[in-house]
């Protein structure tokens, strides 16, 4: 009998005892359930930071590769650079050496030909620029029998202008005579 007064008295308190047990048991069930789909998204965060990192890297790696060509083209650029710069140099030079040279043979074929008053004529003025003219004319009409190693002189290479057209002090174009004013 004791023992039922002892349980009608403490009822209220066992019967909430056992519902903050049960409250308890669906709050640890609740923890695990959190617990373990924590565990899944760590997991799945740690791949996908693993991937990163191997992304990472190879990244780097491309940059560095990258980088390294970057750096043998510029390489290959300056030595392109250079041997162009060379090359040029060379064919300024050959090219003085040929101007010199054609130079020298149309200064001598000038000097030791009738033409040669041409160079005596008056200098000064516009005398001085027609007859610069009608020399490149004449030189341009005698040059198919000067052998100039393929320079091609044309008087259409020339410009006209009225300061050096209908020059009447020399003509040329009659053989090398001077003509009467």
Known sequence: MNALLYLSKHRQQISKNLE????????RKEA???RQELAEKN????????STKVNLSAAEKGKSNAEL???RLQSELRLEKKKATAELNLLKIDHNREKESLEARLQKYVLDSPSKRLLRTKIGGNAFLKGTYKLFRFV???APELD???YDLKLDDVPSSSL????SEIDLEEGGSEAEP
């Open 20 to 27: 903050k047990l049960e409250a308890s048991d669906q709050i």
């Open 32 to 34: 695990y359930r959190v």
């Open 43 to 50: 997991e799945s965060l740690k791949e996908q930071l693993d």
């Open 69 to 71: 060509e970057v750096s």
């Open 140 to 142: 341009c009409k005698v």
């Open 148 to 150: 100039l190693d393929g």
């Open 164 to 167: 050096l057209e209908g020059d």
